[in-house]
């Protein structure tokens, strides 16, 4: 099969049977890309940060960039229109019948379970990527209570985040300037060696 084809097939899956938007979609890209060999663990956590960051639809960027990398600008075109060619198919049809069904006891039934299926996706996504980017070698009782916990680059992440939890939560500033500042304090982190990449 094309690769361009398969690229299509896969993220057209995904767009299909993906419900809550780009961050409940991250565990699927993730067995996706790694079942075909197409990045490794590390790179697609550097895409998550990096789709995060820039601006537009972080599943659109996403995918974009997993098709560039496997197919050039045609492997980025089949797998961007695979990703959204299903969910704007599904809006239009819901937008003509949701006005009728809205108050039916069935319509309210799947949207709760699809509303606690999301946000079980997205924990699941966070645990996933915290798990990759604190422990990049494995967890191991002894690895962490030895090299993984004295670690600069575990107590730097732990530390950062901390503070823009705090920042975002408390102090309410804007999500855009937590990127920055976050991006700003790693750049300063790794070139004076607190760091290692």
Not at 72 to 87: D, E, K, Q, R, W
Not at 143 to 155: D, I, M, R, T
Request: one cysteine or more; glycine letters at 12%; charged letters at 10%.
């Amino acid at each position: 099969m094309s690769v361009y084809l398969l690229l299509f097939l896969e993220f057209f899956k995904m767009g299909a049977l993906t419900f809550g938007g780009g961050y409940a979609m991250i565990p699927f890209i993730e067995e996706t890309v790694l079942k075909h060999g197409w990045l490794s663990v590390t790179e697609l956590v550097d895409f998550i940060a990096v789709s995060e960051s820039t601006p537009g639809a972080f599943a659109v960027n996403i995918s974009t960039y997993v098709g560039s990398e496997v197919g050039g600008i045609l492997g980025s075109i089949c797998a961007t229109v695979g990703l959204v060619l299903p969910p704007f198919i599904i809006i239009l049809i819901i937008a003509k019948c949701y006005e009728r069904f809205k108050e039916s006891l069935s319509v309210r039934g799947v949207m709760l379970g699809l509303k606690s299926t999301v946000v079980g996706l997205i924990g699941a996504t966070v645990l996933n990527v915290g798990y990759d980017v604190l422990f990049p070698n494995g967890f191991t009782f002894e690895g962490f209570f030895g090299a993984e916990l004295l670690s600069a680059n575990f107590w730097f992440i732990i530390i950062l985040f901390a503070l823009m939890l705090f920042l975002l939560l408390y102090k309410k500033l804007n999500p855009i300037l937590i990127i920055v500042l976050s991006a700003g304090a790693g750049i300063v982190a790794g070139y004076t060696g607190l760091i290692t990449v």
